[in-house]
Structure formats: C-alpha cells, structure tokens
C-alpha cells in the first residue's frame, strides 16, 4: 500500500498522532530493522499519547488555575 494513501486515511479516521508517527519512521531509517509488529505498536504507542496529553491539557485549560507552572524550572 501507498504511503500518501495511507496517511490520508488515518487523517479522515482522526489518528493524528499515527500520522505523525508513520511519517517520521518514513523518514528515517533506524526504523528499518523494527519487525512490523514494533513498528505497529510504536505507531498505537504514540497515538494512545497524543490522546492522553490532548485529554490532560483540556483538562489543564478547563481547571483555569489561578497559577501557570514554570516550564523546565525546578
């Protein structure tokens, strides 16, 4: 299967961070000795974040605290 095929279907099926995922292991090749089923699981790994940092920011936004935390300042 084509790769452009492919990426315009997980763009209509919402999967944005597979997208990003398949496009950046096309892009290099310390992918290529991954067997199709790491590969596949690095792309659901990376979806499954997208959607838990998407649910943990609106959740963060909805909050509306009062404190905005420091980024990178310990």
């Known amino acids: ?3 452009g095929p492919t990426l ?3 763009r209509a ?3 944005h961070g597979m997208v990003k995922a398949f496009e950046q292991q096309g ?3 310390d992918f290529d000795p991954l067997s199709f089923e790491e ?3 690095l792309l659901v790994d990376r979806e499954t974040t997208e959607r838990e940092n998407h649910r943990l920011h609106t959740r963060l ?3 509306k605290l ?3 935390a420091l980024h990178g300042r310990y």
Do not use: P
Request: proline share 0%; glycine share 4%.
């Open 61 to 63: 936004k909805q909050a």
């Open 1 to 3: 299967m084509l790769s």
């Open 13 to 15: 099926l919402k999967l």
């Open 8 to 10: 315009e279907k997980l």
């Open 66 to 68: 009062r404190h905005q």
């Open 39 to 41: 590969r596949l699981g």
């Open 27 to 29: 892009a290099s090749s």
